[in-house]
Nanobody, 123 residues
Framework: VQLQASGGGLVQPGGSLRLSCAAS????????MGWYRQAPGKQRELVAT???????NYKDSAKDRFTISRDNAKKTVYLQMNSLEPDDTAVYYC??????????????????WGQGTLVTVSS
């Protein structure tokens, strides 16, 4: 099972990026999915989460600029980021609460992390 994040890059202040994170493998169920970020020298922090039913929760500074969404059929979560600021520079990680087949057993895990994708906001 993998969570593959993509879409990061270098963008100027005020610009936009759309991150994607796709789950692959034998997956029986995905509950909450989310995006977190970690800036250099700082702890990882919540950006946004979304339930399987589409209810979203945001970090305060992201509420008016970021939108989280998901496509359950594609097992993919997205993060549309607008009006990006230098303080948004970080490695962005996706996380899923899911049940999957490991190859030997069924595993239910609340914190399955994907690899990060780097977002750099700079002029």
């Amino acid at each position: 099972v993998q969570l593959q994040a993509s879409g990061g890059g270098l963008v100027q202040p005020g610009g936009s990026l759309r991150l994607s994170c796709a789950a692959s493998g034998i997956i029986y169920n995905i509950n909450d999915m989310g995006w977190y970020r970690q800036a250099p020298g700082k702890q990882r922090e919540l950006v946004a989460t979304i339930t399987s039913g589409g209810n979203a929760n945001y970090k305060d500074s992201a509420k008016d600029r970021f939108t989280i969404s998901r496509d359950n059929a594609k097992k993919t979560v997205y993060l549309q980021m607008n009006s990006l600021e230098p303080d948004d520079t970080a490695v962005y990680y996706c996380k899923a609460d899911m049940t999957y087949w490991s190859g030997r057993e069924v595993i239910a895990i609340k914190d399955y992390w994907g690899q990060g994708t780097l977002v750099t906001v700079s002029s």
